[in-house]
């Protein structure tokens, strides 16, 4: 499993950036940023260096990490999966080619798109140094117009972009992006039930275009959750000092809440069921709330059954896991709030 943390060749290169960058102004920008993406403003306040720097602390360890999170997913089920191209769409500094980088030693060729120029600058000044990351390629671009004129690749990364798009844009952006996906796409939102909302609706439109799920879903069915619950997940990561400046905040370590879909050309011979919540541990059972094969099921693993109980004690929320004796779920605990 690749960690959820920045590469230290990624954080010298950021650290090398920072030398003389005001910690104080930063975190002005940062607070400016993020509320522009709440609304809905995508990164159109990034407009120079100082903002891109801004929003690489502030924002960058977070989306690697939720971006790393859905790979590791990725790769436990698909541990034959060797990409040798990646084709990442709406790019910004380049989180999730890093990410991939570290993901997959098979990757050698990169092409980024993204119509920042102060994302693209920094993306390209992180990476000037990097061996592994040295077949880069950025181009610029508005997300669909550049993804036109893009070659296809092995594997096609989209983090963080569809939720600037307006409806028909994503439903348009979906199809050109499975049509450049030679093999695996892998979309991550925000772990929201917008968020969660625009990975359903991507992922209904490319199954009915031939798209089969590899994770987190172990079926091409619809997705057993009703509203107020929703499919996401949580990924914890560690605080730099600089990042605990810029988003400040006291605790060491953020809790990245994500939604994600990796779709592939070709369908699972197995795919295991996942766990949609942190599982509840007593001294008679482990209880835990999974969405399997056969749909939404509540798994009661008694003590009494110790190699059983034995390995439930260790699932953690997001685990791809493997279950015998299943009972039907009654209900949706939790409903509307996070596990």
């Known amino acids: 499993m690749t960690s959820p943390d920045l590469p230290a060749e990624l954080k010298a290169a950021l650290d090398a950036k920072l030398r003389g960058f005001s910690r104080s102004d930063a975190a002005e920008r940062s607070a400016l940023i993020s509320k522009n993406y709440r609304d809905g403003g995508?990164?159109?306040?990034?407009?120079?260096e100082t903002d891109a720097l801004a929003y690489a602390l502030a924002r960058m360890p977070a989306t690697y990490a939720a971006v790393t999170a859905s790979l590791n997913a990725l790769g436990e089920i698909r541990p034959d999966f060797a990409p040798r191209t990646l084709l990442d769409i709406g790019a910004g500094p380049g989180t999730a080619s890093w990410a991939a980088a570290e993901a997959f030693s098979s990757l050698r060729g990169f092409t980024l798109l993204d119509a920042n120029d102060a994302l693209r600058k920094l993306a390209l000044d992180l990476v000037s140094e990097s061996f592994r990351l040295r077949e880069l390629h950025y181009e610029r671009g508005e997300a669909r117009n550049a993804l036109i004129k893009a070659d296809a690749a092995d594997l096609v990364v989209a983090s963080y972009v569809i939720g600037e798009l307006?409806?028909?844009?994503?439903?348009?952006l979906a199809v050109l992006m499975w049509e450049k996906t030679r093999d695996t796409l892998l979309v991550v939102e925000p772990g929201t039930p917008a968020g969660y909302a625009r990975i359903i609706a991507l992922r209904?439109?490319?199954?009915?275009?031939?798209?089969?799920?590899a994770a987190p879903c172990p079926h091409d069915g619809t997705c057993p959750l009703a509203a107020p619950d929703w499919c996401h997940f949580t990924q914890r990561l560690q605080r730099s000092r600089a990042h605990k400046q810029v988003k400040g905040a006291e605790l060491p370590f953020e809790d990245e809440r994500f939604a994600y879909v990796a779709l592939t050309r070709a369908p699972l011979e197995v795919r295991p069921s996942r766990v949609l919540?942190?599982?509840?541990?007593?001294?008679?059972?482990v209880?835990?709330?999974l969405c399997t094969p056969a749909g939404l099921v509540l798994s009661r693993t008694p003590r009494r059954a110790r190699a059983d109980y034995a390995l439930a004690r260790r699932w953690r929320w997001g685990d791809a896991v493997v279950v015998e004796e299943q009972t039907l779920l009654a209900?949706?605990?939790?409903?509307?709030?996070d596990p």
Do not use: D, F
């Open 277 to 285: 919540a942190q599982p509840v541990l007593s001294k008679v059972e």
């Open 331 to 337: 209900g949706r605990p939790g409903e509307g709030q």
């Open 166 to 172: 307006s409806a028909a844009e994503q439903n348009a």
């Open 204 to 213: 209904e439109r490319l199954i009915a275009a031939g798209a089969h799920v």
């Open 42 to 48: 995508g990164s159109g306040t990034i407009r120079s």
């Open 287 to 289: 209880t835990a709330k």
